[in-house]
């Protein structure tokens, strides 16, 4: 089963410039199947050869029956891509793309409310399920193994050290999802432990929380109250000083509910399994599994 | 992106928001002709990106134009160190002299990014001029939210049940009402991801005043605000954050620590600072050389970090996904030579090209010790720490 991407997935990517078109690449090579390309101008043309060009979205998801789209345009289009995506009755959009102003996403989230599209992003590493080689984003498909831990995370790069230490110990994943690391964002949390507590194949989930906002408290409020399968998470930031945004738009502390000491407490009281050193996921996932 | 006081004053009047009679003056002779200009008893305000200045000596009231002219030479020219600056504090090149009014109340009124919400939060607390987080922190009853709606904005009435929220007079409760309207244009406009009026005044003739100005604008938002943009004053930053925003690294420089720490991917840098706590020591600096660093962007990175004189180890850990391992690896190799950096190294490479990474870093008769992950690292570390002894 997983989440979110599988094997009815049928991908469109928009925004093919230098990394967009590394980043297909990779995709296919995985074994995801791409359906079609969007970026205007070039219409008639193969991304590769092989899969079809279009320059909007609705013409590409009429011919192609495309399901799920990933956004690789700049940050000043972004907003524009997710709309259109959402337009055209894409189920699932997610949106790679770094730096969209917050604004922007603000006007997204409010346009997306009612629609029946599900968006994850901006600013995101994507979603991947590993037994039915689906991969939507950027993260490796060299790193991932099928298996059954969900892994959620707000961070790219600390997603791959997570997948990097379940694999070391001998577990796999049933899907990886990287909700991103802005202030306003599409999926949270919360949907993805909903996701993960009715999916069979996911056993135990993951979570990588870091400094700034209160999503990991909302998390913790939902865990407590519908998740009953075991839950590892570990906070990034407990040595980040107040004021000083570390990277990531939503990274900052601001006031005591954003620190990384407040969310462990929060997690720890909703009976999740808290790593107090982010190197130790993959071996606290090993002892609660057995 | 912060800004400066008198900055964020002119934005203000330019959306028709009150703020006292004030000028920007850089040397003392300037000052004093202002002063003279507004006449009476004036404050001389030091222009620098801290809060905290009030407390020491960054504001000062005077009573005539010679007394500006004194305070503004004895602050011109120098740096404040406030609670919100490092040990070496922040230039004063600009000071801002401005009217005194005669105030009834003191209010507060800020505009914020609500990530939950997903829309401007505006919180309004009648505890003015105070440290609103403290009054968030004990007495949270005594703060008003309200969100605007991202599509249609901050509607007029929800403007009026601040404005009666705040107890402001009646005669007052009309201009308050036009005032926080503005100030939620203001921050719509020009894409802030703050606004903040502490104090938000009163006064004795029942006027309403933004007596102080904090704005930042979100550096996401500033390709389409070119104006906004020039507004940037690099003299501010430590030197060490204005070098890596020229190179587009996201770096912080961290007061103390003495392990420089480089890593791809913000979640990664807050982990590996983690792990280097644990292991011991305070890390010196938050680095994310991003996706798809080419080799110079390495390699000023490098040169930033040991550039920082409190440096004594360097910790490099790479999971590269878009980035290559290999070009981070020749980055740091030349960026070592170059510089004859002799810091000992603690390296993780994993991912993309890691192998020919670690060659590279192998064969380079550098003084690195490699580590297979993480958890390996902070052992690596840990064990290094102890052998370089106590700080020094």
Redesign the interface.
Known sequence: MAILVGENTRLLVQGLGR?GS??ANRTREYGTNMVAAVHPGRDGQKFEDEVPYFSTVAKAVEETGANTGVIFVP??FAMDAIIEQVDAGLELVVCITE?????D???V???IKDKPTRLIGSNC?GVLSPASKAKVG???GN?VQPGNVGVV?????????AI??LV?HGMGQSTCVGIG?D???GTTFTDVLELFQADDETEAIVL?G??G???EQ?AADYIKEHVTKPVVA?I??????A?????????II???AALASEKNKALEAAGVHVV?????IG?KMKEVLG | MNIHEYQAKAILDKFGVPTPKAEVASTAAEAKEIALRIGGRVVVKAQVHAGGRGKVGGVKLVNSPEEAEEVAASLLGTRLVTN?TGASGVPVEKVMIAETLDIKDELYISI??D??I???LVMASTEGGMDI?EV??STPEKIFRVAG???IGLTTYHARDIALALGVPAKSVRATTKLITDLYNVF?EN?C?LVEINPLVITEDDQVFALDAKINI?D??L??HPDLAALRDPNQQDPLEQRADKADL?Y?K??GGRVGCM?????????T??????AGA??AN?L?IG??ADQARIEEAFKIIIADDDVEIILVNL?A??ARSDIVAQGIVAAAKETNASVPMVVAM???NAEEGIKILADSGLNIIGAP???G??EVLKAKLLELGESN
């Open positions: 990394d590394f980043q940050a000043p730096g969209v102003p917050v604004l996403m603000v006007k989230m409010a346009y590493p950027i993260v490796p790193i995370s707000r961070s790219g790069t600390l997603t791959y050290e990097a230490q070391q690391g202030p306003v964002h990588i870091e400094i906002g209160i999503r909302l570990a990034a930031g407990n040595s980040a000083p004021g000083k945004r570390m990277g990531h738009a939503g990274a601001t006031g005591k107090e050193s982010p190197a130790l071996a | 919100q914020v990014i990530g939950v997903g829309a401007p987080e968030a922190e709606d991202p599509l719509v894409d991801s979100e996401d938002a390709f389409r996201a912080v961290l007061e890593v791809n991917g913000a979640g990664l840098a807050m982990a600072m983690d792990i280097t706590k644990a305070d890390p938050f994310d996706g798809s999971f996904g878009i994993r991912g993309t992950d993480l958890a690292a902070a």
